[in-house]
């Protein structure tokens, strides 16, 4: 079992920074990928970035290409999302998800609000 927990969530103005934890417990290997999705209110869940929880292998939505990086500490066991230049449709909930090595995100954390002002 992998337990995913969410932080870091917040309300800023556009053109602020926010960054987001993931924190992981149980099974976790270097092949897996950590990934960072958001839902907006009324919208389906959307793919924002992932990575490899041995590092690389970044992927961004283009919609934050260039304002968001994704970031991994396997010694901490999570992972970040730094989120810059937000705009007010960035605002939604993000939620963090794990999967192994050539599966599906199978394990999903609770979600973390993310409002964005302009």
């Known amino acids: 079992q992998v337990q995913l927990v969410e932080s870091g969530g917040g309300s800023v103005q556009a053109g602020g920074s926010l960054r987001l934890s993931c924190a992981a417990s149980?099974?976790?290997?270097?092949?897996?990928?950590m990934g960072w999705f958001r839902q907006a209110p009324g919208k389906e869940r959307e793919f924002v970035a992932s990575?490899?929880?041995?590092?690389?292998?970044?992927y961004y939505a283009d919609s934050v290409k260039g304002r968001f990086t994704i970031s991994s500490d396997n010694a901490l066991n999570t992972v970040y999302l730094q989120m810059n230049s937000l705009k007010p449709e960035d605002t939604a909930v993000y939620y963090c998800?794990?999967?192994?090595?050539?599966?599906?995100?199978?394990?999903w954390g609770q979600g973390t609000q993310v409002t964005v002002s302009s």
């Open positions: 149980g099974r976790t290997f270097s092949s897996d990928t």
């Open positions: 998800a794990k999967r192994a090595w050539g599966g599906q995100y199978d394990y």
């Open positions: 990575i490899r929880w041995s590092g690389g292998g970044e």
